[in-house]
Every structure is written in structure tokens, then in C-alpha cells.
């Protein structure tokens, strides 16, 4: 059996990290595979799990457990939205509690007003703000009762992005795989050409969504649990309490009503990536887990995955169909990808790994297939967002990895995979999983499952069987990536959409040179520059094209105002008004001194951010700590962490990296009693980089919105590197001050 309750590494430690503790933790009689501190960070038991094949069957059964919860329910998302409809495979909700997520939760905790539900959500990037909902805070926090709390995670290297996919209830049971609960998730096995009930929050239909979540309870639950209340003490800096059940007498059983489980007294091994970042070290379970499994197959490979480019995989899958000539492999992805950069960058990196396994000579052993639904004359592809692998029947592994480089090494990910023992003792898991993998396989094929898993018990060959019944109502058909116009070769945007690890080499090998590093200039510093460049250039593009494009009017109604001997009084008052709302200091400081140009622009700027700022300090002085809670949400702790140390040098510090928008930043500055000279004097020096390099360019600046050119382009991008690089070196004045001062 499975040692259940020992810790077997630390939780930022994987193979580039490796724990002290050995990794014979899994004693003989224990599933194969499965290595804590290598390939999994522990393996666990689960007394009941279940495979929730596509939305409807997980939001139902979501939905189900949450109704029993009693003191906790801990979410954690790439993505989540509050108008998501949170109803199972009937389309409706029938327990009368609101169908969306946010009402939904709202009324949960009305019932139960001891229950507190945390958010944990990736601090997205802009390229995604216009795929989600524009202010999960607002939704999430600001229109939701007290005990709801959503914290935004941002602590990841440059280019990375959460992406683990868990809500733990009660530290009991635990749902985790490739599904959000966000819009365009919900649909059917059935997949319908045309379903109305398939719609997102505007209303708008959408193609059919194949998606696949596990659940599982016990020892395994609480492993997942532990991770994500390690993830809230990073994101968050605080330490989440584990609770019992308030009420006397024997637990509520958690399970979701109506589910049926698949799997009993199964062991389960956890595997996460997580990037190295802030001299921590990478955790690359995720990676080793592939090969190991690849590694491990003798008849059947079965993968579903939204992205197949990650080329050691496919080598490693080369290699093991050499090693045994009667393995196959079924891969299930999606027919093409939507967005210029995706496509390319996706499907040339699908015809690397398929290259790989023509040029070792097994390609007559793979499919490469996506899932088409078909109604009379219609027929659609199906998404495949599902990120599963089932080695034969020994293994199935359910999680937020894709199969493609990001997944390795640069996005945070969590996967879960069940083991069979060798032996009687595995014969019941093993049933379990293949009765989940001849499932999928049926989903998509139109097979009866029945009929795939007698097939395959017999020992005949899957691939034939596929090949040569199409269903009617659903098949897998070729991906044709070769007629696409996209070469092989295409690698060059790997580097920026799917690399393998942070951008930032520099820090790796500072890291390994125990260099201080807040004193390190890395590659970091350079892509958050060039980032903030394209998002400059976009946005002018945008006026351009919009119907504020005629800049003219606006401009000349402004000089009026500059005219007047009042103007500085109206940008004060401005600058207040933005901060009513958080609107972005960096862009009002930018458009004042567009208008006002040069260093009248820069006086007035400054007085107007000083202004704005020492009015929300007293707000916060007057409010405290607590009920700024409410407004910013958890990442306050963090904010008082960063000014716990009082001091000018401080307050400059964070301005010049700011943890979170200048307005929150000057109210909790307030709530913790900064001393105001401080604060002020503090921000005035942070400020100053950007102040000093707008002003410089002022002209430049305001001619760039008027009528863009290649020239302004080159004066705004030496303006961005020149701002960072005042920005870098008053922080190496920083950090040599606070060495000799401590």
C-alpha cells in the first residue's frame, strides 16, 4: 500500500529541485510508475473517483456538491466567470438556487453564512481581456457577500500563465482537470450540431466543446487541497486555516448525487509544473510523468489534448513503438485553432511531432484524428479541450496539461493520473479504466464502447476498427495539417507562444551564481518594455481607427483648457477622478503630458498623481485595514508586506514595481500608518523615470496619436527602453542603499 500521509518533497521541488526525502516512499506493493519527488510531487489514495466527461456532467455534479458544502470551497482557475451557467446536462438548475456562478455562490453562502468561498484566479494578460469578463473583482468581490473573496494571482515570471483547473470543497473532495468555469465550456457527450442551450453569456452560440474533469475524495482530495492553499499563501501571503466539519456526529458525505464512481480505492499520483521564479526551483513532474508513462505502454496509447507539439514526447513514443511492435497510438485533438498566432505556432509544432514518428518509421501505427458531429447535411468539429492520456488499462491520467512546451516548464499545471498494481489486486482499477478510456474513444468514434472494450480485450489491433466504421452521428476523421500553408520549420514564434521555460535566462543563471536578485538585469526587464511598446502601439492604432480617431477637436477643446489659468487645478481634479475609479496613473500621466507637452505637462503630472495619491492615503488612514479588505481583496497582505518596511526608499521601490494599481498602493499605504512625508516624498521619486523620459518626448508623444509614423514608433520604443532603464537603475540605487543602510 501507499504510505498516506507522509509528505514526500517540498512543494516547490521537482527533479531540478530534488527533495532530500528518497523516492522509495511507494513501498514494493505499490502501483508501478508513480515516484514522489520525481515524476509526482505524492501519490495518495482515493476511496472514490469519477471521470466527468464534458461540462455538463461536471457543472451538474459541481453543482451537486457544493449544495452539501459546509465551512469551505476553495476555486482556482485559468479563467472564471460570473455569468457562467452552472447547471448539469439538463440545461437547467432544479434545486431552486440561481443557475449562474456568481448568484449561485451568493446564495450558498446566505444559507450558510459560516462558509467561505476563495476565488484563486491568474492575473490574466491583456491579450486575453477580451475573451473574459472585463472585472472579475467587480463580480467576484465588490457584488458578492462578504465571505466570498477572490485573490488575483500574478506571481509567475514574465509570459507564463496559471493554469491549473481546481475547487476543493471542504478539503474532502476535489474536482481538477482541463475545465474552467468560465463561458464556451458547457455542452453534452452528445456534442449536437445545433444545441440553443450551448450559449455564452451574450447569448451567442457556440460549436460543441469536448472538455473532461476528474473527481476524486479522501487522502487524494486533501493532497489537491494542500496545493491550492499553497498557492493562496504565495499569491496572497497568508496561511489558509484547515477545518473540520462544525457540526457533531459523522461528516456529511461530500459525493455528488447521481455520479456513479468509476474507480475505488485507487491510488492517485499528483504531478505539477511550476516555473522557477524568485530564486525558486522549477517543478517539472508534469514532464517526467509524460515520458514515464509513454515509457510504460505495451498495446495502447490513447491521448486527448488541445495542443500536440511537444517533440521529447513524440521521440519517446518513437522510441517505445520501436521497443514493441504491436503498440498504437490514438490521438484526439482539434481539427485547427482560431488566431493568426495560435494556429501557426500550434499546427507547425502538431507536424514536428508527426515527423518524429514518420521518421522513426511507426507513423502506420498513429492517428492523428479530430471529433466531427454530424446532423443530416451538417457537420461541425468538435473542440477538443481535454488534456487525458490511458496507457493500456494501467493508467489514466486527467489534468490542466496540454501536451506542448508551455505545459512543461512555463505555465503552472496540475495533473492527476490513477494507477493499477500488477496483479488481482489491480484487476478492478484496471476494468475502471479502461471502461473510461473505451468511453471517450466511443464519444468520438460513434463505437459503442462495449464494443471497442471487447475488441481490445481480445487483443485485436483499435486502430483498424476505427479506421473502418465512421459513425453516423460522430467519427474521427485525419487532421490535414500538411494542406494547412504552415512549414514544419515555422519555429521562430515559438520562442514568444510556446516556449519551454521562462524567458528570462539571465535569472537561471544568477541563480546558479547565488547572485542577489533584485540586483540582476535580466531578459525580463526588456520583454516587459517591449510588451508595454506593442500595447502603446495598439492602442494609438485603435484611436486611429475608432471614431475618437479625429484628434483634432478633442485635441484643440484640451489646449483650450491649458489656456486657462485654472488648467492646473483641472488636471488635479482629474487626476482625483481617476482615481475614483483606478483608472491607470501611467496613462493619465501619458495623455497630460501629450497635451500640455514638455515639462509643463511633467508639473502638471506630478501634481496631479501627488495630489490624487495623498487624498487616497487619507482614505485609507481613515478607513484601515479591514474594510480595504472588501475593496482590494486579499492581495492587501501583499501590498503591507512590500511597505512593512517604512522609509522613502521603500515607497519608491514599490512604485517603480508596483505590486498592484497606484490606487490601492496609496489606501493601504494609509490603513497601515506609513508616515505621510514618506509616502510622498517616496512616490515623487518612483514617479520620476517615467516623468523625466515623457517629458523628454513630449512632442514626440502627442505627434504619435495625431498622425503615427515610423519616426514617432522609434522615438516612443527609445522612450519605453529608456524609461526602463532609469527604472532599473534607481532600483540598483535602491538596493545599494538598503545593503549599506542594513
Not at 452528445?190 to 452560440?205: M, S, T
Not at 492517428?367 to 457537420?379: G, N
Not at 499545471?413 to 479504466?433: H, L, T
Amino acid at each position: 500500500m501507499l504510505d498516506r500521509t507522509r509528505d514526500l518533497s517540498d512543494p516547490r521541488r521537482g527533479a531540478s529541485g530534488a527533495s532530500s526525502m528518497p523516492s522509495t516512499d511507494l513501498r514494493s506493493d505499490a502501483p508501478f510508475l508513480l515516484e514522489p519527488g520525481r515524476n509526482v510531487w505524492r501519490a495518495a489514495m482515493a476511496r472514490r473517483a469519477a471521470a466527468l466527461i464534458d461540462g455538463g456532467s461536471y457543472f451538474g455534479a459541481l453543482r451537486a456538491a457544493m449544495l452539501k458544502v459546509e465551512h469551505s470551497i476553495h476555486i482556482v482557475g485559468w479563467d472564471l466567470d460570473s455569468r457562467t451557467r452552472l447547471v448539469g446536462c439538463s440545461g437547467s438548475a432544479e434545486d431552486g438556487l440561481p443557475e449562474t456562478l456568481g448568484a449561485f455562490l451568493s446564495a450558498l453562502v446566505k444559507r450558510r453564512p459560516k462558509l467561505r468561498i476563495r476565488l484563486l484566479l491568474w492575473d490574466y494578460s491583456m491579450v486575453f481581456a477580451l475573451q473574459r469578463e472585463l472585472a472579475p473583482v467587480y463580480s467576484f468581490l465588490w457584488r458578492t457577500p462578504e465571505q466570498i473573496e477572490i485573490c488575483l494571482d500574478d506571481v509567475l515570471p514574465v509570459g507564463a500563465s496559471h493554469h491549473q483547473k481546481m475547487v476543493i470543497i471542504d478539503e474532502r473532495l476535489a474536482f481538477t482537470g482541463g475545465l474552467d468555469l468560465t463561458s464556451r465550456r458547457w455542452d453534452r457527450c452528445e456534442h449536437r450540431v445545433n444545441d440553443p442551450r450551448r450559449a455564452d453569456p451574450a447569448g451567442a452560440l457556440y460549436p460543441p466543446f469536448h472538455d473532461v474533469q476528474a473527481v476524486v475524495d479522501g487522502e487524494a482530495a486533501a493532497a489537491l487541497g494542500e496545493i491550492v492553499r499553497l498557492r493562496w499563501r504565495r499569491a496572497a501571503c497568508e496561511t489558509l486555516p484547515v477545518r473540520t466539519p462544525a457540526r457533531r456526529g459523522p461528516a456529511v458525505d461530500l459525493w455528488p448525487d447521481g455520479v456513479e464512481p468509476d474507480l475505488t480505492d485507487v491510488a492517485v499520483g499528483i504531478a505539477r509544473t511550476m516555473p522557477r521564479f524568485a530564486g525558486e526551483a522549477a517543478v517539472d513532474e508534469v514532464h517526467h510523468l509524460f515520458a514515464d508513462m509513454v515509457g510504460a505502454a505495451e498495446r495502447l496509447v490513447y491521448i486527448e489534448n488541445q495542443f500536440v507539439t511537444h517533440a521529447a514526447t513524440a521521440e519517446r513514443l518513437a522510441a517505445r513503438m520501436r521497443e514493441r511492435a504491436a503498440l498504437e497510438a490514438l490521438i484526439v485533438c482539434p481539427r485547427s485553432y482560431d488566431g493568426w498566432l495560435e494556429r501557426r505556432v500550434m499546427v507547425a509544432g502538431r507536424l514536428r511531432f508527426m515527423n518524429i514518428l514518420e521518421d522513426a518509421g511507426v507513423a502506420e501505427r498513429v492517428r492523428l484524428l479530430y471529433p466531427q458531429s454530424r446532423a443530416d447535411d451538417a457537420a461541425v468539429p468538435v473542440m477538443v479541450h481535454a488534456k487525458v492520456l490511458a496507457v493500456d488499462d494501467a493508467l489514466l491520467r486527467i489534468g490542466s496539461a496540454n501536451l506542448c512546451n508551455r505545459s512543461m516548464g512555463l505555465d503552472s499545471e496540475c495533473d492527476i493520473v490513477f494507477a493499477a498494481p500488477d496483479g488481482p489486486a489491480g484487476d478492478v482499477s484496471r476494468a475502471g479504466i479502461a471502461a473510461i478510456r473505451d468511453r471517450l474513444i466511443g464519444e468520438h468514434s460513434g463505437i459503442d464502447p462495449a464494443r471497442i472494450g471487447a475488441h481490445l480485450s481480445s487483443g485485436r489491433p483499435l486502430l483498424p476498427l476505427i479506421d473502418a466504421e465512421p459513425g453516423e452521428r460522430r467519427r474521427l476523421l485525419a487532421v490535414e495539417d500538411a494542406i494547412s500553408g504552415i512549414a514544419p520549420t515555422e519555429a521562430a514564434l515559438d520562442a514568444v507562444a510556446d516556449p519551454i521555460e521562462p524567458f528570462d535566462e539571465d535569472e537561471a543563471q544568477a541563480d546558479a551564481r547565488n547572485a542577489p536578485r533584485s540586483r540582476r538585469i535580466g531578459l525580463g526587464a526588456v520583454l516587459k518594455a517591449v510588451v508595454l511598446l506593442c500595447a502603446i502601439l495598439i492602442v494609438s492604432y485603435v484611436w486611429q481607427m475608432s471614431p475618437l480617431g479625429n484628434t483634432d477637436q478633442i485635441m484643440n477643446a484640451i489646449d483650450a483648457i491649458s489656456d486657462r489659468p485654472w488648467a492646473p487645478l483641472a488636471v488635479v481634479a482629474l487626476f482625483l477622478v481617476a482615481e475614483c475609479v483606478i483608472f491607470p496613473v501611467t496613462l493619465l500621466i501619458f495623455a497630460t503630458i501629450a497635451v500640455f507637452g514638455g515639462w509643463q505637462g511633467f508639473l502638471f503630472a506630478l501634481m496631479g498623481a501627488l495630489a490624487s495619491a495623498a487624498v487616497s492615503y487619507g482614505v485609507g488612514r481613515r478607513l484601515g485595514s479591514r474594510p480595504l479588505r472588501r475593496v482590494i481583496g486579499p492581495r492587501i497582505n501583499r501590498i503591507r508586506r512590500a511597505l512593512g518596511r517604512s522609509g522613502i526608499v521603500t515607497m519608491a521601490s514599490v512604485r517603480l514595481v508596483p505590486l498592484a494599481p497606484f490606487t490601492f498602493v496609496n489606501l493601504v499605504a494609509g490603513a497601515i500608518g506609513l508616515r505621510f512625508i514618506d509616502f510622498i516624498a517616496g512616490t515623487a521619486l518612483g514617479l520620476m523615470p517615467g516623468l523625466i523620459v515623457m517629458s523628454a518626448l513630449g512632442n514626440q508623444i502627442s505627434a504619435l496619436f495625431h498622425d503615427p509614423s515610423l519616426g514617432g514608433i522609434l522615438a516612443l520604443a527609445g522612450f519605453v527602453l529608456l524609461w526602463v532603464g532609469l527604472g532599473v537603475g534607481l532600483q540598483l540605487l535602491i538596493t545599494r542603499y538598503r545593503t549599506v543602510d542594513g
